[in-house]
């Protein structure tokens, strides 16, 4: 079931975006409600071993999520979202960044966008993140995302151009 | 602490991709570099010296010519964190695969 669906991943490094396009074997309300909702998010957020610790949500414009990716060690890594834009069941804008445990954001983020569509039970998200510096996506590096990577090495014309 | 250039930022101008992808080839000196393009010698100097700061370019002295060639390990670097972000994402998506399997479940 799964291998028909979608998944595009593609970056254009010159403008610092990623464009991510998913496909979901479920209805459009209840992939929202797993992005949307923090007991659902909590459950698959986080990729293994990790896992997320929602510390405080409200889905709303202008308000947060404030969460942590927890490792096996149980060391807490600890990230901001800031709603900045809600059309319910279509589309969401927030601006993620890495915070300390008291809230303090380490900026600058990047800017996700969220779109998402139903086409005969199936949910496309398609999601556009912005503005990842160099320095965040190191972070990410460090925060130990290592397991079971294997690393393809492209030409350079591909890496540069792509 | 010192800000450092960005990865991004260095090859979004196309003259420093086209000079990457000459001296991808082949290590070249500054004059070498500015031969193959329109532009000044001191405009194809500042781009290296952009490449150079975020470590994407180094530079080896040979006898009183200084050669400029790309740090492939950086390069990899990079690529590197574009598949582990793509993994990372494709993890967390079979995870939701599973959670949307048993949301479904618990419904019927």
């Known amino acids: ?162 | 602490m010192k800000t450092r250039r960005d990865v991004f930022q260095a090859i979004a101008d196309p003259t420093r991709r086209a000079i990457l992808l000459l001296i991808a080839a082949q290590a070249m000196t500054p004059n070498a570099i500015a031969e193959e393009f329109h532009s000044s010698r001191q405009a194809v100097s500042k781009h290296i010296q952009i490449l150079t700061e975020c470590e994407l370019v180094k530079q080896q002295q040979k006898g009183r010519e200084i050669y400029y060639h790309i740090n492939s390990n950086k390069m990899k670097e990079f690529d590197k964190w574009i598949a582990q972000f793509k993994n990372t994402l494709e993890t967390q998506f079979n995870q939701l695969d599973k959670v949307l399997l048993t949301m479904k479940n618990n419904k019927k």
Not at chain 1, 128 to 140: D, V
């Open chain 1, 1 to 162: 079931m799964r291998n028909n669906l979608l998944f595009d991943f593609t970056v254009d490094k010159t403008t610092k975006t990623v464009f991510i396009n998913r496909e979901f074997a479920a209805g459009l309300s209840m992939v929202w409600d797993a992005f949307t909702k923090q007991e659902i998010l909590d459950q698959w957020w986080a990729p293994k071993p990790f896992s997320s610790k929602t510390k405080f949500m409200d889905f709303k414009v202008g308000e947060r999520r404030f969460y942590a990716m927890v490792s096996p060690e149980g060391q807490e890594y600890w990230s901001l979202q800031k709603y900045t834009s809600i059309s319910p069941k279509t589309n969401f804008k927030m601006l993620n960044a890495f915070a300390d445990k008291d809230e303090n954001p380490d900026l600058p983020g990047s800017d996700w966008d969220l779109s998402f569509s139903e086409q005969n039970g199936t949910t496309k998200v398609s999601i556009t993140i912005k503005n990842e510096s160099l320095a965040r996506m190191e972070k990410m590096i460090e925060m130990g995302f290592k397991e079971g990577i294997t690393m393809t090495l492209n030409s350079l014309e591909k890496i540069l151009m792509a």
